[in-house]
């Protein structure tokens, strides 16, 4: 098993928690895994709810400028061609609801996530950013 998918069976695996093992978290442990520093590092523990991470970082209005702050911080640089490995910020329809989450690039499909405890694998409306981590498959 490839270490991409090593890492979306841990994501499996753990509880959503706001803060903690959320979409945005768990991404930036995947950036921390491929030796980038922590991205969320500030964030983390800092919201425990939908809304609370709203108020605290304005993520679902303006997710970009949470995110791309953080990730040129660590050193991640913006790609317009993302592929396998890389993160980044997508546009997730759901019936009657469009939402941003922070995404794990799997090739033509994207995994994130949900608040339901789910990984799941889709094609977003719209890629908004992502950022290369330098991730390649052995």
């Not at 993160?87 to 995404?103: D, E, F, K, M, S």
């Amino acid at each position: 098993m490839t270490p991409l998918y090593v890492e979306l069976n841990r994501w499996r695996r753990l509880t959503y928690r706001w803060g903690e093992a959320d979409c945005v978290t768990l991404c930036a442990d995947w950036c921390a895994r491929c030796g980038w520093p922590d991205p969320a590092a500030d964030l983390r523990l800092t919201y425990e709810s939908m809304s609370e991470c709203q108020r605290v970082t304005r993520f679902f209005s303006d997710p970009l400028a949470v995110v791309a702050p953080r990730m040129a911080a660590a050193g991640l640089a913006l790609t317009a061609q993302p592929v396998a490995g890389d993160v980044g910020i997508v546009l997730q329809i759901a019936p009657g609801v469009t939402r941003p989450h922070a995404a794990l690039c799997l090739g033509e499909t994207w995994a994130v996530k949900e608040t339901s405890g789910a990984v799941t694998a889709f094609r977003p409306q719209k890629v908004l950013a992502a950022w290369g981590v330098g991730y390649a498959h052995p």
